[in-house]
């Protein structure tokens, strides 16, 4: 009798006792991606859950919560236990833009603690191969020309290739009618099928589909060409002057969760992003690793407050209207 006290009442202390860094992980860490399987988001959270795994010697699962530009997905991973079991991964749109767009239950900055900042994405102007242009000028003139909006897919207000669209649409004067999907991955289909007319996309989503011929690019919002996608024009070469944009990406847990897991989060995603593997499969997606010197949780924390200074009145002022 006595044993099964002492046995309960260690139980009991086992989970009384926080999460402590020296024996985590003991079960499966879950990233949460809020968009759906086979977008950019997804693709490189697989590429670093694969292979934080092994440093972290338990599995990395990912999860797709999508809906509402990501902010669902946010929501889920916010509200989750602060014990470095679950893992918000996002980026712009859905860690800084969903907030002045969205009634969010939950505040990106005093629900969430940052773990690190991951490597961000160029976009890249795309459209349907039956577009009858060939250069930017060209398909911006077709655009101008149409008697109605050109459809363009997104992952849904707030997203990156939404926030990309409004960015366009303010340099151009031209309208674009947003076509809402969980991910830009089932926004990708419908492009290569010819169901919609463009993207402006994150180029790590676009570049095997340019590579094949499924569809065309025209520029990347990027003051230099991407090596590995170098036939792609900038927009400053093809005429859309300062049209430039980079998507970063990143990954948080909820408030609260203890430091020092944090911190074994932290060395084990910048381990994957140091991994020559990995480095090529994010270099030939045209993935740009983010600056050495911004990979602790703290330089996160205050990039993603000053992208939020920065980029709210700009949102605030597009009054951009939820799907
Ligand atoms: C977006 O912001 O457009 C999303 O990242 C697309 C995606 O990851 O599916």
Redesign the pocket.
């Known amino acids: 009798m006595r044993r099964i006290v002492l046995a309960a009442l260690l139980a009991a202390l086992a989970f009384a006792v926080p999460a402590s860094a020296q024996n985590f992980p003991t079960r499966p860490v879950t990233i949460v ?1 809020p ?2 399987a ?5 693709a490189m959270a697989r590429i670093l859950a694969e292979r934080m795994k092994v440093t972290l010697g338990e599995t990395v699962l990912v999860e797709n919560v999508t809906g509402a ?2 902010s669902i997905g946010v929501g889920r991973a916010a509200k989750s236990a602060a014990d470095g079991y679950t893992i918000s991964f996002g ?1 712009l ?2 860690h800084v833009a969903n907030g002045a767009i969205y009634k969010l239950g939950y505040d990106l900055v005093a629900d969430l603690d940052p773990v690190v900042l991951l490597p961000s994405n160029t976009m890249v102007l795309v459209s349907k191969n039956a577009v009858p242009a060939k250069t930017l000028k060209e398909f911006i003139d077709w655009l101008k020309a149409r008697p109605s909006p050109a459809a363009a897919g ?2 849904g207000a707030g ?4 926030i990309a669209g409004l960015y366009f649409e303010n340099l151009t004067g031209i309208k674009l009618q947003y076509v809402p999907y ?4 089932p ?1 990708m289909n419908d492009l290569v099928a010819g169901q919609i007319d463009l993207i402006v ?2 180029l790590s ?1 676009s570049i095997q589909q340019v590579r094949a011929g499924n569809i065309r690019a025209y520029a990347v919002t990027n003051p230099k060409r991407i090596e590995s996608a170098a036939d792609i024009p900038t927009v400053d070469e093809a005429g859309l002057n300062g049209f430039h944009m980079n ?1 970063w990406s990143g990954m948080w847990v909820p408030k609260g969760t203890p430091k020092d897991v944090i911190a074994k989060l932290n060395a084990a995603v910048v381990e994957a992003m140091n991994d020559p593997a990995v480095k090529k499969q994010f270099e030939n997606l045209g993935l740009q690793m983010p600056p050495s010197d911004k990979l602790t949780p703290e330089a996160l924390g205050e990039w993603q407050k000053a992208e939020i200074a920065k980029w709210w009145p700009v949102i605030k002022a597009a009054n951009v209207k939820v799907d």
């Open positions: 991606v968009f759906a086979g977008g950019p988001s997804d530009g990501g980026h749109g859905t997104t992952a997203s990156g290739s939404h969980r991910g830009t991955g926004a996309d994150q989503n998507l």
